[in-house]
């Protein structure tokens, strides 16, 4: 198993391999996702396969949230800006990302 250091976290995170990590050719990222309104931090991320946009995050890649997870929105703590809303895609529960409401860093990127 791969495990990476992520300053936010006091235990070494693993890196989730199963069929999802394999579809996208082996290659996955640990990000940071910010609220673009007010910058405050909403969630650490593993995000499968290339760069690219972020549309999707699949609930069973979400490391930590910051927001409050029990709500159907994933929603900005500080400024309540709605960043994505809950639905259900290709059968994994997902919050759909509004595009350009939110900013992202890559923490670590993992391949193989
Ligand atoms: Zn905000």
Do not use: A
């Not at 995000?47 to 927001?67: A, N, T, V």
Request: aromatic share 12%.
């Amino acid at each position: 198993m791969t495990r990476v250091k992520i300053p936010e976290l006091d235990f070494q995170y693993g890196i989730k391999k199963d069929v999802y990590y394999r579809e996208h050719q082996n290659r996955t990222s640990i990000v940071r996702i910010f609220c673009r309104e007010c910058g405050t931090k909403l969630l650490l991320y593993q995000k499968d396969g290339k760069q690219g946009w972020l549309k999707w995050c699949y609930f069973d890649r979400i490391i930590k949230p910051w927001f409050n997870s029990r709500n159907s929105n994933m929603q900005c703590p500080k400024c309540n800006r709605v960043i994505g809303k809950k639905t259900v895609r290709k059968g994994r529960l997902s919050y759909e990302i509004i595009r350009k409401s939110f900013k992202r860093r890559t923490i670590v990127r993992v391949k193989g």
